[in-house]
């Protein structure tokens, strides 16, 4: 009654840059999946704060300590979702909810992934209660005008948020 | 690599009486999870059409033929969900959702059972596409008034709804 | 190119009682529809003010001065709307909605009843801004404890509730 | 008691381009309304992917076999959509819903349009519950990486996003 | 520009019983009203835990030692809450937030409110992020089956529960 | 008994331009607060219509016969909103709801705030029924078509705004 197989689960997204919330999920999410892909989303059409790669590279950094890291793999994807996670051998999507307004445009991108691909589904984890009021976006807007965002994203990205942002004094 | 600890999931609910969007569930569930334990809840202070004997028979019986059975556990318990989650060495608590007002009252439940124990984690399926309208007290609105109810439960439980909706006619 | 059929929509509800807001949602219906048949819904479950005799009543007064009268039909129903709404030829079924937590439920019932019938659709009519704070329960409430509600309710209807509601003095 | 006067709806939108959705919305008005104006609505503002010209085409080849098509007229405005409604002697606006965040905003639209002009009404016909999680840039996100968007859209919209998406084999 | 009225505020709620969330508001309320008045809702339709008289007891006794006490005023009333306002002198009616579903219902009865007096204006304070979880009936859940309270409710609250549930052990 | 202390909240927003919804929300806060400052924000990332000197001058010809024009005072700034709130000695900050979908983000961003500073909180008021559907940038939409946006707007800003509108004719 053992299960053999390893259970993948793809956690895609922007991740521009990570935050404790995605943090979170990743460690909730490696309780019920034997692996989770981060796989960073390659969009050219939307401005982002860092490149692909300086993002991917913040992610490992985030994770370098962390006792189930041999498990975190780290990747960048374009092109439709449901390729990629077919591709990788992956039994579900992640995706994090922080609130309802989160939930509608997951829903009906899982219904169009679900669409698109029968053989892998969507999850939704809940971010946890600390978490719930963080996003990519706030965290650079707060880092913008100098707000302390200790607390709110893991040490590499703050140090790298540093470089970006000359307001950041050392909080 | 391989995973040597089975991942036992529960999936609780009133099941007053299961619905085709909940058999969606459990079939989802299946793929990341090694076991369902379906959970009728214990309430005495609800006013149920089917004992909760006649609620697990019926799941029972619907799932009689199904390939993974041996994996499906249909069980009852009254008091907390977290307290019961942890006796079954659960790590996760499934629920399913089909709207936005089911969100809602999920997304409280589930911080609350987090508050109460840090152990179990509640993850959310989404009911496919078609069973999206269908509700265990929608469908006992349609058998009432004699609508067709074939393609909205499993057989055992539309034999169980004839004994008690008289309206219901053999479609 | 003109219609030769009368284009028949049935506005259904448990009116307990009539509200300002409904008279509203009837009067635009008659923009669009040829006939409407407020249908009021007898449900023995439910614990209403008035009877279904009652109410019918209460409808037909509030509309005996009305231009269009002869082209809103009261009219009572138990059992399946959709089995109701094809005996009558209706094309359309009429909702009116005040707020977000209506469209939920409502969403939901009229995709169950497109899945019992598909010659039977919903359209959804915007109550007046004037309107969208009112509803039969709360005038109720307002009504148990003597509030002032001129402005909510037809004529026919503030009498009816002065009856039951002693507190109501002549507002 | 038979209408003389011909009912005529307006379904404006961005329509950048049709889908099947829409197509639904528009069968769904011709049995209540005898013509409806498909008005795309020219937004020098927006970045759209075809012209209001192609635009207007694939909405005129994907009924060109219709059985009601001498009943949908496919137009162009810009400017108030109430005062282009009153031109046209049109006596509502349909607008199609597909989930609660379109809701909101279309709530408030209408409250708008209500105040801009009381002659005119908003109605609300629900997508079929297949079209649900189609949109016009869900489509356009597909086609962009190549996924199989047949079932999506018309015939005459899929030969002309081919023709910009040259990912899009024949699928 | 010295304000020389004081401003009080209406605080109205079941309070079947107080949580932690209410004290919450309540303290936030002290920052912006010179007085709080604590209205306990006697409502005889609904079936409550504790008594009205048994409600105040425990909110006095929650505040017994707090700073600002003096400024908290423990009431009960029945009737219309604009007229109770208005008898009291108050500027606002204090509402508590915790989750969307909240405002759905709070923003209609605001704006009844309104409606009927347009001297007292509602303002809503924001729960804080620990007690977004926690409501009465939650609290009641929770203790019924023996969970552990502490941390979601006062002192007093807490043994005047312990009274009711057997099952709830000195946690 | 008596507030010795000035009661200061801060009303931030975008004001492009102020339309009588905001107007609204300064006059309810007057009947709480001692003094309102009306906060323009400067950010140069989004599009604007006005400077933030237009808007600003706009919102101080708008209040300029107010009787109680001395309480509310027109200011701009930029960085983080609480240390421009703690900068002012406010005790709050004032935001204006007129649906659910304004809650949404509202809540996130008064709990991003609370996190960055526990001296000031976030209140919400509601805007009047009348004000329900306008938003500066429908304001914006109107006015660009040569709609009539008498009632929505202040006369300085609509004074303002056929300067940058020539389809706005004298209504």
Redesign the interface.
């Known amino acids: 009654?053992?299960?053999?197989e390893?259970?993948i689960a793809i956690y895609p997204g922007s991740f521009d840059p990570l935050t404790n919330g995605h943090v979170d999920i990743i460690e909730?999410g490696l309780?019920?999946?034997?692996k989770i892909i981060v796989a960073v989303l390659y969009n050219p059409s939307k401005n982002a704060l860092f490149s692909v790669e300086e993002r991917m590279e913040m992610i490992r950094k985030s994770f370098i300590n962390h006792s189930n890291k041999e498990n975190i793999i780290v990747d960048s994807f374009?092109?439709?979702l449901?390729?990629y996670a077919k591709q990788k051998d992956a039994?579900?999507i992640i995706r994090g909810?922080?609130?309802?307004?989160d939930?509608?445009?997951e829903?009906?991108m899982?219904?169009?992934n679900?669409?698109?691909s029968r053989d892998v589904?969507?999850?939704?984890?809940?971010t946890?209660?600390?978490w719930?009021?963080?996003?990519s976006s706030?965290l650079k807007e707060?880092a913008r005008?100098?707000?302390?965002i200790s607390g709110m994203a893991p040490h590499p990205v703050k140090c790298k948020m540093k470089e970006k942002f000359p307001l950041l004094k050392d909080k």
């Not at 009654?1 to 053999?4: D, E, R, S, T, V």
């Not at 909810?97 to 307004?101: D, F, G, L, N, W």
């Not at 589904?121 to 809940?126: G, V």
């Not at 719930?132 to 996003?135: L, T, W």
Request: proline residues 0%; positive net charge.
């Open positions: 009654m053992i299960n053999q390893q259970r909730r309780k019920i999946f034997d374009g092109g439709l449901v390729d039994v579900a909810m922080r609130a309802i307004s939930f509608e445009s829903f009906q899982a219904l169009m679900r669409k698109l589904q969507t999850i939704f984890l809940m946890g209660l600390r719930i009021f963080i996003s706030i707060v005008f100098g707000g302390d």
